[in-house]
C-alpha cells in the first residue's frame, strides 16, 4: 500500500472515533482499495467489529463497561457499524468496478 492510500486510512479511522461518518468514509476507502467483492466485504466487517470493540475497550477505561453492555441499543450499535462499513465498501466497489 502506498503512503497515501495508508495516510488516507488513517484519517478515515481516526475519523470513525468521532463521528458515524469516520465510519462511511473508511468503508467507502476499504471499497475502493481492495481487489474483489469478498476483500471489500471482510476487510469491512473486520474493521466494523474491531472499532466495536475499541469503543467497548474505551468504555472500560473509564470504568463504564457493565453499563454500556446493559443499554439496550448497544448490540444495535455493533449491528448498525457493520451494515454501514459493509454497504458503503460494497457499494464503492461496485462503483469502482463499474466505471471500468
Known amino acids: 500500500m502506498s503512503s497515501a492510500k495508508f495516510a488516507l486510512l488513517a484519517i478515515s479511522i ?11 468514509l473508511t468503508g467507502i476507502f476499504i471499497g475502493v482499495i481492495s481487489k474483489n467483492f469478498r476483500q471489500a466485504l471482510s476487510y469491512a466487517m473486520i474493521f466494523a467489529v474491531l472499532f466495536w470493540l475499541a469503543f467497548l475497550a474505551y468504555s472500560g477505561v473509564f470504568g463504564a463497561i457493565e ?8 448490540y444495535m450499535s455493533l449491528a448498525l457499524t457493520v451494515i454501514l462499513a459493509a454497504s458503503s465498501s460494497l457499494i464503492a466497489r461496485y462503483l469502482r468496478v463499474a466505471k471500468g
Open 14 to 24: 481516526l475519523a470513525s472515533f468521532f463521528h458515524w461518518l469516520g465510519i462511511l
Open 67 to 74: 453499563k454500556v453492555l446493559g443499554l439496550p441499543l448497544t
